[in-house]
């Protein structure tokens, strides 16, 4: 028999070990399903992980594409990751990527067909201002009454993707568009296009927002000492209260951070990528990045490494729709293990398994 025994300590190895393990297995159970679905494993799973970077029919275009799909994931899983390191679960970015989209191109299609070079930047703060003040509707109701915040950050998600909706065919339809849903085109908008920085590497502001959380993040986690406070109150709450941090005031400035940055996420994807408002705007990323903010162990920098990784999955995932005839679901299953994997490797980081003694006659009695 074998029993589960709480470590003293976590263990550091595990910690480390955990994503790639996790990752091994995903490839592995993955290999099995793309099996049972009747392709063949080995040519999905090098589809997926290979092609898109060593395939010179396809890297051409895959590999500026790894940054362009990698920048959201990268944005709002720093914004998270800062939450989750205190306890703050904020499960509503989709919702707050989706404000922020629709704030910042609310923008955009005010000031049309204005050239101006205020506009992008004000479509920016208007995203962020967006993404904030959804995500800080959980945090106010759980500070004043005390609601749990994934659950009100969770069914927010719903009430934006309604908006979303009601946009598209509403307020911000395009009046030319002879009736069918979704704004202007941003792309062709010059003064709102988030438009690539050098040519022909697709390299646009979201990219570089994205590298400038990760910097940042590690500054303030690291050197600041609201770092310190967001870390102590997520490690030990009553401690963290005992040396002066306000619990309400993290929680704020966690789920703001988040929002924020999500938010900002949603306005460069619209503005760039996506290119309009439209009902199916809304990608998952919001989603997607709590499995980045994991895979990354809530570090900066290996978050970075996580988003990067989990665009890879995006585009060779494509590739595989288009080569291999994978379904779109199986790719969202095959994604969705990697979560599956972790959570159950992070169990080895606080447990270990020990031999249980056998019981004795009197004991089993």
Not at 68 to 73: G, H, I, Q, S
Not at 86 to 104: F, H, M, R, S, T
Not at 322 to 344: E, K
Request: charge should be positive.
């Amino acid at each position: 028999m074998y029993k589960l025994e709480k470590r003293p300590n976590p263990s550091n190895l595990w910690a480390y070990l955990t994503p790639f393990l996790a990752l091994i297995a995903t490839m592995i159970a993955g290999g099995i399903m793309f099996w049972m679905l009747g392709k063949p494993p080995v040519d999905a799973i090098r589809t997926i992980f290979w092609d898109p970077l060593f395939n010179e029919q396809f890297a051409a275009y895959s590999r500026p594409q790894l940054l362009v799909k990698a920048a959201p994931l990268i944005l709002i899983a720093i914004g998270l990751s800062i939450g989750f390191k205190a306890g703050v679960w904020n499960i509503g970015a989709e919702g707050q990527y989706v404000i922020g989209a629709l704030c910042g191109a609310a923008v955009a299609l005010a000031a049309y067909p204005l050239e101006a070079w205020w506009i992008f930047p004000a479509m920016v703060t208007a995203g962020a201002v967006g993404g904030f003040i959804w995500a800080m509707i959980p945090a106010i109701l759980k500070i004043k009454l005390g609601t749990n915040e994934i659950l009100v950050s969770l069914m927010l998600v719903y009430v934006a993707l309604e908006l979303l909706s009601s946009m598209s065919v509403g307020v911000l339809r395009n009046p030319d568009g002879n009736g069918f849903p979704g704004s202007r085109n941003l792309q062709q908008y010059a003064s709102a296009h988030n438009a690539e920085i050098w040519q022909g590497s697709s390299v646009h502001w979201g990219v570089v927002a994205a590298f400038s959380a990760v910097v940042l993040a590690y500054v303030l986690m690291s050197k600041h000492r609201l770092g310190f406070q967001i870390k102590l109150a997520g490690a030990a709450p009553k401690a963290a209260r005992f040396a002066g941090v306000n619990p309400h005031v993290i929680t704020a400035v966690c789920l703001g951070i988040s929002g924020a940055l999500a938010g900002m996420a949603g306005m460069f994807e619209v503005a760039g990528p996506a290119g309009q408002v439209s009902i199916d705007f809304a990608s998952g990323y919001g989603f997607t990045a709590i499995i980045v903010a994991f895979l990354g162990r809530l570090n900066p920098w290996g978050i970075l490494a996580a988003g990067l990784l989990m665009s890879l999955t995006y585009i060779g995932g494509e590739l595989a729709q288009f080569i291999i005839g994978l379904p779109a679901s199986a790719i969202s299953a095959f994604q969705g293990m990697l979560l599956f994997f972790l959570l159950a490797g992070e169990l080895l980081v606080n447990y270990r398994i020990r031999r249980a003694a056998p019981r004795t006659v009197k004991e089993a009695v």
